[in-house]
């Protein structure tokens, strides 16, 4: 119940393309949804974070769409670029869970031009 | 703001022997956690300190890692002995608080096992 689900593994977009990386989960106690940013033989890198009492949360050219009775949660990169190739992370946690991120598996992003 | 520290940043070691990586967090967060990496999958909590004490340390494999907190600042991971499987990122990371906010990773601890 404690697990985060990603998909794709990885994703080949082309530069000023959309790329769209998906998330569900099964722990209705999550109440916290970050995406982070690795860069190889970098740290997470907090991205952009969203609460389930919203459904949309944008900055810049990235945006988190969450449904909450789906119990799922996307992350929209617009107009993608060669700097975005990189691997993202979906996140959930949980109020009264200490701060604990549960990670999905990734997603492996490259952006050709 | 100088971000977090960790130590060193490559490690090969042989199974069955000892290794210990250091993290110093940035200053004035209380809150430290330890997740490990295995390549291809999300990071996944180790132990989270409190200052100095553990929050939370449920998955940590206690047989062969422990973790320590001196002074509620730097910490250090040990493995004796360590297994194969063990061969991933360490990652470091600290907030001010218990809180969701303001979670800031290290570049982590490459160990290899062989």
């Known amino acids: 119940q404690q697990q985060v689900k990603q998909s794709p593994q990885s994703l080949i977009v082309q530069k000023g393309g959309i790329s769209i990386i998906n998330c569900a989960y099964e722990n209705t106690a999550f109440d916290y949804f970050p995406w982070y940013q690795q860069f190889p033989g970098k740290g997470p890198a907090l991205l952009i974070a969203?609460?389930?009492?919203?459904s949309e949360k944008k900055e810049g050219r990235f945006t988190i769409s969450f449904n909450k009775s789906a119990k799922q949660f996307s992350l929209h990169i617009m107009d993608s670029q060669p700097g975005d190739s990189a691997t993202y992370f979906c996140a959930a946690s949980r109020a009264g869970g200490g701060n604990k991120l549960t990670f999905g598996t990734g997603t492996q992003l490259k952006v050709e031009l | 703001e100088a971000g977090v520290a960790q130590s060193p940043r490559y490690k090969i070691i042989e199974k069955r022997q000892s290794v210990a990586f250091w993290c110093n967090p940035i200053s004035g967060h209380a809150t430290l956690y330890w997740y490990q990496q295995i390549l291809g999958q999300g990071p996944k909590l180790l132990i989270q300190?409190?200052?100095?004490?553990?929050?939370?340390d449920s998955q940590l494999p206690k047989d062969r890692f422990s973790a320590e907190r001196l002074k509620g600042v730097d910490s250090t991971l040990k493995i004796q002995p360590a297994k194969l499987e063990d061969s991933a990122v360490y990652l470091c990371?600290?907030?001010?608080?218990?809180?969701?906010?303001?979670?800031?990773f290290g570049s982590g601890t490459r160990l290899t096992v062989v």
């Open positions: 300190f409190q200052n100095n004490g553990v929050v939370d």
């Open positions: 990371a600290s907030s001010p608080t218990a809180g969701r906010y303001g979670y800031t």
């Open positions: 969203i609460r389930p009492d919203v």
